[in-house]
């Protein structure tokens, strides 16, 4: 605990001084090259060649390298605030936040400032988006992963306040990470050898809290049969951590911040005092001004626990960072069941974790953050460990909570499309020569899906289309009917018109019987 002041931090023009315009690879056959960063500084003819990103876990320079993709170049160019892209010849497509580019697309800087994912013929995703322009590759993350500018200033604040001795008030959603930060502050200061404790306040009452924080003495109340020392004793010379500070009892409040203004702790039902020094740092997600306003918490403690103040910035603001965080769980989950040769570079297959799949759960709102992702990375690795392919577009349909409001802005395509995307799966030979999807009418893509009883991969075949094409022309034609819009009444009623089959009654709805089949598990119409 200390009396110095508040810590100054750069104003926002000084961090936003100092940013360009950056591809990220968020997905890749080989994981270890996620993430990988290359800054635009010009015109870019981007293929599985060139030109090369910089691998941050390392600082080497590497182009994308699989095999799948094609010399032909993708051309990404500059234009004032803007960026081009002009999709390449036909062996390479692009998905562009879930529009299949047929020609030449501007994105201004609002898109950019959201991020714009790439996804490069179903193998490779990027993130286009504004970073650093410079980057400190290998240097300590305190295990905060991911590229991004706002993680990036966290990790300066860590290093900022690290060794001063001052509290740490850390503020953001909640999920977002916010013991992890207080850990790695401890690790950095003259503290890291002593005690490190956490305390969530949120769990506490009144009597309970101010037992936990400053102990008791036998007989202090009620079942208070012997002594108990508090954490600020315990942390003496070392770090205590107050988890949801903002849950603190008004009453517990008075008391803490006698003991941040004196160092003095006196246990609940003692006579005498105790010296301590103890580093506090609090956090929370709520309105701690709002509550100040309302009675609900004091101003004084606010500005005692507030030297050093950190704003940790929720999931959806930092989009560049959810795929190397998803491959960075994955590995975790998949390392826990002695499972990590999924997350081994696959040349030839399908990779376990689809660019499709990334750029879709790049495109989730994630309210819950990286605690949600987690979550839903653990549930992935519990359903996939006994497949060797992975198709999880109908899985993250019961893993992700509907949207509250939506991601991306008015007029920006709708990202749905990752919901049937998939990587192609091309053979060990030469590559196949596919045809340019704008060479398909809707008639004729309509003609195919009911000879092929709808089923995506026979047509893909028969109308010489990768299955990212195809999926791409299906997903926006307005004439082909999907699964996801069928509701539970109509299906009941033509699977009893089908007398069961499932195969009929694909038909009669014009989808096919294993989206059916994926939608009425869905509605829970089957187990």
């Known amino acids: 605990m200390s009396d110095e002041a508040t810590v100054p931090r750069p104003t926002t023009t000084e961090q936003r001084a100092d940013v360009v315009p950056t591809l990220t690879i968020i997905a890749h056959p080989n994981p270890e090259r996620v993430p990988s960063q290359l800054r635009i500084n010009g015109t870019l003819q981007l ?115 690290g060794d001063l001795d001052v509290p740490v008030l850390i503020r953001g959603e909640s999920g977002t990470g916010k013991e992890l930060i207080a850990r790695a502050i401890h690790r950095e200061s ?48 070392g770090t205590l951590f107050l988890d949801e500070i903002g849950e603190t009892p008004i009453d517990t409040q008075a008391q803490l911040l006698r003991v941040l203004e004196t160092h003095d702790v006196r246990p609940v039902g003692g006579s005498s005092a105790q010296t301590v020094d103890v580093r506090v740092i609090a956090a929370t997600d709520a309105n701690l001004e709002g509550a100040v306003d309302q009675d609900g918490f004091r101003e004084a403690l606010l ?122 799966r091309p053979s060990a030979g030469a590559r196949h020569n596919y045809r340019p999807p704008s060479e398909v009418s809707e008639a004729q893509l309509l003609e195919v899906l009911r000879a092929n009883d709808y089923r995506l991969a026979p047509t893909a075949k028969a109308l010489n289309l990768s299955r990212t094409s195809l999926y791409a022309l299906v997903e926006h034609s307005s004439q082909i009917r999907k699964a996801a819009d069928i509701g539970a009444e109509e299906i009941t009623a033509a699977v009893t018109a089908a007398g069961g089959k499932l195969t009929v009654a694909a038909t009669a709805l014009e989808v096919s019987a294993h989206a059916l089949k994926l939608r009425m598990r869905a509605l829970g119409l089957v187990s």
Not at 89 to 106: H, K, Y
Not at 204 to 230: I, K, Q, W
Request: aromatic share 6%.
């Open 47 to 161: 293929s599985r060649s060139s030109p090369a990103f910089t691998q941050l876990s390392d600082g080497h320079p590497r182009p994308l390298g699989d095999r799948y993709l094609s010399r032909s170049p993708v051309i990404v160019k500059p234009e004032g605030d803007a960026i081009w892209v002009l999709p390449g010849e036909r062996r390479i497509e692009v998905i562009a936040d879930g529009q299949l580019l047929t020609e030449p697309v501007r994105y201004d800087a609002a898109d950019i400032e959201r991020g714009v994912i790439l996804v490069l013929h179903g193998r490779v995703a990027l993130l286009l988006h504004y970073g650093p322009s410079k980057s400190l590759p290998g240097i300590d993350t305190f295990g905060l992963e991911g590229c991004s500018e706002a993680i990036e200033q966290v990790r300066d604040d860590i290093r900022i306040v």
């Open 190 to 237: 003259d503290r890291a050898d002593r005690r490190y404790e956490a305390l969530n306040m949120a769990t506490l009452s009144a009597p309970l809290a101010a037992s936990e924080l400053f102990g008791h003495v036998r007989g202090a109340f009620t079942g208070a049969d012997r002594h108990h020392t508090g954490c600020f004793v315990r942390c003496h010379e």
């Open 303 to 424: 500005q005692r626990l507030a030297g050093f103040r950190i704003t940790v910035p929720p999931l959806r603001a930092r989009r560049v960072d959810i795929g190397p965080l998803l491959y960075h769980f994955a590995r975790a989950e998949l390392e826990s069941i002695g499972m990590t040769k999924l997350l081994e570079p696959t040349p030839e297959d399908q990779p376990w974790i689809s660019a499709a799949t990334v750029a879709r759960l790049t495109s989730y709102h994630w309210p819950g953050n990286v605690r949600e992702l987690r979550n839903v990375v653990r549930q992935l690795v519990i359903v996939g460990r006994y497949q060797t392919e992975m198709s999880l577009g109908s899985d993250l349909d019961a893993l992700l909570r509907p949207r509250a409001e939506p991601l991306l802005e008015a007029g920006v395509p709708s990202p749905d499309i990752y919901e049937t995307l998939e990587s192609p």
